[in-house]
């Protein structure tokens, strides 16, 4: 027999939630209250109070999908405070998560204490759950960290739900807390590399968390200090062991929160092969929200995108780099989240930008194998970066990627196949399009003389065709760019040691790098040959010829390298070549290079005229702006090292007067004044005629270009430098330290600073420098800066210093003696001819040596 | 076997759904045989692809049919995730319900084939008397609490979650539970008290 529907439907309801308010066990007395009389109202409502409490239902079964996602506010919870879970008697609730809900609760036996218990919302198998708890749990009794909150059991409610004890930790999630703390980026990274810490000693001892997040670590603070505990160890494992499986089909907005932190491996489909390297992964996207304010992929794109589109972002998309991603807030936010940092917006950015940024992108590999190999890993890494100290993590550019791929496979074919992959990847593919391009151009002219009418369409599609072609010439500089850049990492030479025109050793005895130059070189020679005549491209194939110049000074054949040059300089100085800034410099630089070739062959005249030349295209760029322009102070600096050369040192003092006449007040590129103050400064202390050179006078120009530019690591390592020439290495030590602490580590800074602290006395941190400038590109034989520019002025420094064999042994030695195997290889591996910087910024390509050395 | 599920071309219920969006209300009928169609479709070519004894779940065809039917680059809205769901929930409810009464026919001898049977028995764990049962009160409590039984219809034969459905319906997610909470223990007292 079937009830009717009763007429008072809505008074039902209202005595219903009315009930449900209050304990269980105040029911019957509380329905004595409100269905006083009427029996028949006060039955319905007991029918469905009881309907609610029994939880297998029709509707409890035939959902076929555990509802482990039920969020907060679920009527359905039904423990109520003093009530008894096991021996466990329940006290306040204090939160309510995707997966459960927490209380407070009191324990007994075998100690009395509080714990949090949280239940786990229906829908799961409790016996599974517990067995696979159980699985683990002497494992998880072995954890003892205080960053970890410990899981002491599992057990299920009478309604079968599965529960775990765990301890009570009272705290905020740690995202919450550091916006709340307004912590600065660095407290932030100390509280995460605690958690770190944490995690890594939870993997020791084989427990993988697989669910970290901001709300699963909280941090508090006691006794004035911040202490982050990671919650729910062995939780995940236990409940979400077919998360994957079930929500393939099922949530499509609800299941945010889990594959924010997920990592590739764990959004994959089959069988989840889950390790270490997971947590590490998660540990990354909770560094880049803590860090950002945001996760890597975005919160609303996630929630709005089906499950396989989640799961292709997390396993495909790269997401943007920490400081990359700041920059594309809106000024507002941005303002706010650097505030919540006790920053300004610029300071932040440039703060995450390069080491954060390599150490979060590390994390975040989609393959765990290009990941940190453990927490702990990452822990010291961060812990590097907040040390100043050099960190392990580099940016994963092209050029980075190719060179490693050059270092693992040291066989020449394989390098000789990256040459050539370069340029077909960047040259080639600029070369056909320019082609075409060419030829769209051509029939637009011949339409401009056969069809009046259609002049105008013809025009615009001739310069849509010229702007193509001016497009491909700029591609075809980018491909030049990064075929230099790894001939410079092949060469192991200085471009302005080449410009400078000091001792080059003849590599011919090594075979395989001699092979490599030629490949390189005919790539440059057809080049040149192909381009020369296209006046687009003709400045380009100068250029290359300039480049084929050198490589035949590295391959000790002088006569070809004085041919190339020369057919270098012809088309510079060909009447058709528009004089401009780069035809000027270029062919300045050109002459340089004749120059030194003349004084290898002794002939005193043509060098001394080939130097003019170069002075007088130097000029022809200071002529071209006459406006007192910054930018002009280039030429008047390779003037004045020209005219050192000469040996006409008035001559070159008077440069850098006219250089030091320019108002030091307008700011250069980076906005930064004094600018010339620093170019002058860095003269006196690097001229390679000591007659020149004058380190205190150095010393105050840097001076003023430091304190007139707060922390500009330019000009601090300038006065590094000149401090360190000038005898006075502590204050050097400083300088340097604080010009690190600018932005990245760069090896102009790292080589001095080694240099200085070996005159201190201090071995060991001068060893650990020296290490990382080599492996920032500092080759240990010459002491030269591969691919970088300044590369030429630290040498002459450590030229002295390297001439000195004891001072490569005693390194030798002392990496011994420290034990530092890593130190010993390293230096091998740097000793072998394809060894590099790990820096993108050293392989700046852009030609002139100051603007290499102002590249951060 | 995968060809002939996809009878139903993407674009036409992405399109009915764009239609609905801008305020056709004819559209919406047409969505509901469509969904239907393609509902009985997977649930047939599951069934071939599945080992014997393999239990299909009714909510999973829903969101396959959601992944197949719905362009979701195009639909990216709720709205029309809520269109969808709400045509697939009435579509899912009618194969089970029609599937129950065939069953019960077929005892007294009757009946006639629409879809194989053992299909639809494994989309779901009621028995037949029970499903009808749950129909029936279905109609009946949403001539009370119509939102009420839309969200039922939405949890229980599209497999949202409640805050899920509530969205759909334009409630708040406390409002859900609340009426979740008492539906479910309607419903629950209906049956237990018609056995």
């Known amino acids: 027999m079937k009830p009717t529907m009763p007429k008072s439907f809505a008074e039902i309801r209202s005595i219903f939630f009315d009930a449900l308010q209050q304990p269980q066990a105040d029911w019957p007395a509380y329905l004595d209250h409100a269905c006083a009389g009427n029996a028949e109202l006060r039955q319905q409502v007991e029918l469905l109070l009881n309907a609610h409490v029994d939880g297998t239902g029709i509707l409890d079964h035939g959902v076929d999908r555990p509802d482990f996602e039920l969020p907060a506010g679920d009527p359905r919870i039904l423990e109520k405070p003093g009530e008894l879970i096991g021996p466990y008697k329940l006290r306040e609730m204090v939160g309510e998560g995707g997966m459960g809900v927490v209380y407070v609760a009191e324990q007994t036996e075998p100690v009395r204490r509080k714990v949090a218990l949280k239940i786990i919302k229906p829908g799961m198998d409790t016996k599974e759950v517990v067995a696979r708890f159980e699985a683990e749990r002497q494992a998880l009794a072995l954890m003892n960290h205080p960053n970890i909150a410990r899981v002491f059991d599992v057990g299920a409610t009478e309604s079968g739900r599965p529960y775990f004890v765990m301890e009570l930790v009272r705290g905020v999630p740690i995202n919450e807390f550091c916006d709340h703390q307004r912590l600065s980026t660095s407290q932030r990274l100390e509280l995460f590399v605690d958690v770190c810490r944490a995690v890594q000693h939870a993997h020791q001892k084989g427990i993988i968390h697989r669910d970290l997040k901001p709300s699963n670590v909280l941090v508090s603070e006691i006794d004035g200090s911040l202490v982050p505990k990671v919650i729910d160890f062995g939780v995940a494992k236990a409940v979400n062991q077919k998360l994957v499986e079930q929500t393939v089909y099922t949530q499509f907005s609800q299941m945010i929160g889990t594959p924010l932190y997920m990592s590739p491996e764990q959004a994959g489909t089959g069988v989840v092969d889950v390790d270490t390297r997971s947590d590490v992964y998660s540990l990354g996207v909770l560094l880049y929200e803590l860090l950002t304010g945001s996760t890597p992929f975005d919160r609303d794109t996630m929630k709005n995108a089906g499950f396989d589109e989640v799961r292709r972002i997390i396993r495909e998309e790269e997401p943007s780099r920490p400081s990359a991603h700041i920059s594309t807030l809106q000024a507002e936010t941005l303002s706010t989240l650097a505030s919540s940092r006790r920053c300004d917006p610029r300071r932040l950015r440039d703060s995450l930008k390069g080491e954060l940024d390599w150490i979060v992108m590390k994390a975040l590999e989609k393959d765990r194998n290009r990941r940190y190999e453990s927490a702990s890993d990452l822990a010291e890494d961060v812990q590097r970066h907040l040390n100043n100290e050099p960190v392990e993590a580099c940016p994963p550019t092209v050029a980075y990627r190719l060179r490693k791929y050059v270092r693992r496979h040291r066989a020449l074919m394989a390098t000789t196949a990256i040459v050539a992959l370069t340029m077909v990847l960047g040259t080639g593919i600029s070369l056909w399009q320019m082609v075409e391009a060419q030829d769209a151009r051509k029939l637009a002219d011949q339409r401009l003389d056969q069809v009046e009418i259609e002049r105008n369409r013809a025009e615009i599609e001739r310069n849509r065709a010229l702007n193509a072609e001016m497009q491909m010439a700029t591609n075809l500089k980018w491909a030049l760019a990064a075929i230099e850049d790894l001939g410079l990492a092949i060469t192991g030479k200085s471009k302005a040691l080449l410009l400078r025109g000091v001792d080059v050793t003849p590599v011919s005895e090594d075979r395989s790098r001699t092979r490599l130059l030629t490949s390189t070189l005919r790539f440059y020679e057809a080049f040149a040959e192909h381009n020369k005549r296209n006046p687009i491209t003709r400045i380009e194939a100068a250029k290359a010829y300039r480049r084929v110049g050198r490589i035949y000074l590295e391959l000790g054949d002088l006569p070809a390298a004085k041919n190339a040059i020369s057919r270098s300089i012809a088309i510079f100085e060909d009447h058709s070549t528009t004089r401009s800034e780069d035809t000027f410099n270029e062919s300045g630089r050109a002459y340089v290079e004749l120059a030194w070739l003349a004084d290898r062959a002794e002939h005193m005249d043509d060098a001394r005229q080939a130097r003019h030349k170069a002075l007088e295209a130097f000029e022809g760029v200071i002529q071209l702006m006459p406006n007192n322009q910054l930018r002009s102070r280039e030429p008047y600096y390779n003037r004045a090292l020209v005219y050192a050369d000469l040996g006409n040192l008035e001559q070159a003092r008077f440069e850098l007067d006219r250089l030091l006449d320019i108002d030091p007040n307008i700011p250069n590129e980076k906005g930064h004044t004094h600018q010339s103050y620093n170019d002058v400064a860095w003269f006196l202390v690097i001229s390679p005629n000591p007659e020149l050179r004058d380190p205190a006078r150095a010393v105050e120009l840097a001076e003023i270009a430091v304190a007139r530019n707060p922390p500009y690591r330019n000009y601090l390592n300038t006065l590094g430098v000149a401090l360190y020439r000038a005898g006075h290495y502590q204050r050097a030590v400083h300088a340097l330290e604080r010009s690190i602490g600018q932005k990245k580590v760069l090896p102009d800074d790292t080589l001095p600073l080694a240099m200085s602290l070996w005159k201190l006395g201090d071995k060991e941190r001068a060893g650990r420098w020296y290490l990382r400038s080599i492996r920032d590109g500092i080759d240990p034989r010459t002491g030269l800066m591969m691919g970088h520019d300044s590369g030429l002025d630290v040498r002459l420094e450590v030229h002295d210093w390297n001439s000195e064999d004891e001072v490569w042994t005693l390194f030798m030695q002392e990496a011994q003696a420290l034990g530092i195997d890593e130190y010993a290889r390293e230096m091998q591996r740097s000793a072998s001819p394809i060894s590099t910087s790990d820096d993108p910024d050293n392989g700046a390509m852009e030609m002139n040596n100051l603007s290499a050395e102002e590249a951060e | ?195």
Not at chain 2, 28 to 52: G, I, Q, S
Not at chain 2, 53 to 65: D, F, I, M, P, R
Not at chain 2, 173 to 194: D, E, K, N, P, V
């Open chain 2, 1 to 195: 076997m995968s060809a002939s599920v996809i009878l139903v071309r993407m674009s036409d219920v992405t399109r009915i759904l764009h239609q609905i969006e801008t305020g056709d209300p004819s559209a919406a009928e047409k969505l509901l045989p469509l969904v239907y169609d393609e509902l009985r479709k997977l649930a047939a070519a599951n069934m071939a692809r599945e080992a014997p004894g393999h239990s299909l779940q009714a909510t999973s065809l829903v969101h396959e049919a959601y992944i197949r039917l719905v362009d979701v680059d195009q639909a990216q809205h709720w709205n029309s995730r809520g269109h969808f769901f709400g045509a697939a929930a009435q579509a899912m409810r009618r194969i089970l319900v029609d599937a129950a009464r065939q069953r019960k026919s077929e005892k007294r001898g009757g009946g006639w084939q629409r879809i194989p049977l053992e299909q639809v028995d494994a989309l779901q764990n009621a028995t037949p008397d029970e499903l009808l049962i749950l129909d029936e009160a279905l109609q009946e409590l949403a001539n009370e609490d119509s939102l009420g039984a839309r969200l039922v219809e939405l949890r229980y034969f599209a497999g949202l979650s409640v805050e899920e459905a509530a969205g759909l319906l334009g409630i708040s997610a406390a409002t859900g539970y609340r009426h979740w909470s008492f539906a479910r223990a309607w419903l629950h007292s209906q049956i237990a008290a018609a056995k």
